[in-house]
């Protein structure tokens, strides 16, 4: 099994509920309450977080990248937007 397949939603959901436990980055927690206070469930909004940090896991995996803090604040301050959508899409 590659390294890609074993990156699944649910081990995005564990990753954010890791960092929701350990309080780093605070942006997530701060993501987390904000869409919550604007109608999503708890699920909705993990699942939303899961996206965004999506694209670093892939970005480390794929490119040998380093992970990009910064940008995945800014997709955390965005969402429930996901302006990166367009990106994978091309």
Known sequence: MSEEEMMTGETLIEIV??????GQPKQVKEAL???MMTG???????AFI???LAIEVFDV???DATFNEKRYAENLAV???MPWQDELED
């Open 17 to 22: 509920e890791n960092q929701l436990e350990d």
């Open 50 to 52: 899961a996206s965004a």
């Open 79 to 81: 969402l429930p937007a």
């Open 61 to 63: 995996m794929k490119n």
């Open 40 to 46: 999503h469930s708890r699920e909705d909004a993990l």
């Open 33 to 35: 309450m904000r869409l």
